[in-house]
């Protein structure tokens, strides 16, 4: 009852503190709009991405930036956080979703979508395998021309990210979902085209640009001939990072010939110390809320051998994120590798560590 009671204050607090920012914020005085979209980071919650955002619009209108949100309502047929791993023919939470959105936006120039299939699109997507979906492509209607929009490339991303695999199979219930996530692209194309043309932005502002809704939106706009600004996690705790080109990548420029100061190198050392004893977080989140010793049995086992070796890998589902692979296309394409050294060389222990968010509860449905 606390827990529910705390839950329904926040939301009461989030809505009247957008209440607020419509009552204060100066008139645009002609000011061409920024449209802010963000459909991948929260359902009925709100995660650290979603705040940053919220924050950053919040920031924008008060300064007399307008700013229209560009809001799903039930506009994706499954959605990335939606999605139920368990069975695809579940549909999104979408009316507690719609709810919070409404009161996110309080007082805000919305634009909501609503999802509505293309009979074309549909007969296009018949019978092709998950290869040849994860490759599709569809004419795209754009200023007077038509383009191709590369759909397949837009959706894997977030196929990979939802079910914490890198490859699908390739049975009816995947090719399922990836054409549902097409569709949902496709749809969202169209609408986000229809919303620039009528509202002639200044630019756009999306969450990770990895995501199909929000990758889908960027491409669209530069398609348009619009500047996007995409929005992640930063690496200090309970930072943001804005750039025109893709988050996920960090693109930071250092110059060449860069040393760190001593006042920076002690900072690094600081930190460095504090998250080898787990005292960190990303997005948020502390994923090492304890750290143990190694028991008996362990240190027994790594008596036996030479030397030990620790391999750490990435969350399954991050290797959706395009930026991560860089050497090899994935990272099972690099363990398979690393499989092959072990074989080589039995008097060694290779520990290979698992990142701590495979197993956190609830880590897709925030």
């Not at 204060?24 to 061409?32: F, L, T, V, W």
């Not at 309502?73 to 939606?82: K, N």
């Not at 194309?189 to 990770?208: G, H």
């Not at 060449?256 to 460095?272: I, R």
Request: hydrophobic share 45%.
């Amino acid at each position: 009852l606390r827990l529910r009671l705390a839950g329904w204050q926040n939301k009461q607090r989030i809505q009247s503190m957008a209440s607020l920012v419509a009552e204060h914020a100066p008139p645009s005085n002609g000011r061409a709009p920024v449209v802010a979209f963000n459909a991948s980071t929260r359902l009925t919650g709100l995660s650290l991405n979603a705040a940053f955002q919220l924050l950053t619009t919040w920031g924008l209108r008060l300064a007399g930036v307008p700013v229209i949100q560009f809001v799903c309502q039930s506009g994706l047929s499954r959605c990335v956080l939606g999605t139920d791993r368990d069975n695809f023919s579940n549909p999104p939470p979408c009316q507690t979703c719609i709810a919070q959105s409404q009161r996110l936006y309080a007082g805000a120039e919305v634009g909501w979508f609503s999802y509505e299939t293309e009979a074309l699109l549909g007969r296009a997507l018949e019978d092709l395998s998950i290869d040849e979906l994860s490759r599709f492509e569809f004419a795209f209607p754009l200023e007077g021309k038509t383009v191709q929009i590369p759909l397949g490339q837009l959706v894997m991303p977030s196929i990979r990210w939802a079910l914490r695999r890198h490859h699908p199979d390739d049975d009816s219930e995947h090719r399922f979902l990836l054409s549902e996530y097409i569709r949902s692209a496709y749809h969202t194309a169209r609408e986000f085209s229809t919303l620039l043309r009528r509202t002639e932005p200044s630019s756009i502002l999306v969450f990770n640009a990895a995501m199909y809704p929000e990758a889908t939106a960027r491409w669209v706009a530069h398609q348009h001939g619009l500047p996007v600004v995409a929005h992640e996690v930063g690496f200090q705790k309970l930072s943001a990072f804005f750039t025109l080109g893709q988050p996920t990548a960090y693109p930071i420029a250092i110059p060449e010939g860069f040393e760190l100061n001593s006042a920076q190198n002690l900072q690094l050392d600081a930190y460095l110390e504090k998250r080898f004893q787990g005292q960190f977080t990303m997005a948020g989140i502390r994923f090492w809320p304890e750290m143990r010793g190694l028991d008996e049995a362990f240190l027994l086992k790594a008596s036996q051998f030479r030397q030990i070796v620790p391999v750490f890998t990435n969350v399954v589902y991050d290797t959706s994120q395009m930026h991560a692979n860089v050497v090899f296309p994935h990272m099972f394409a690099w363990l398979d590798l690393v499989l092959e050294v072990i074989h080589s060389h039995p008097d060694t222990l290779f520990v290979i560590r698992a990142h701590p968010d495979e197993m956190r509860p609830n880590s897709a449905k925030l």
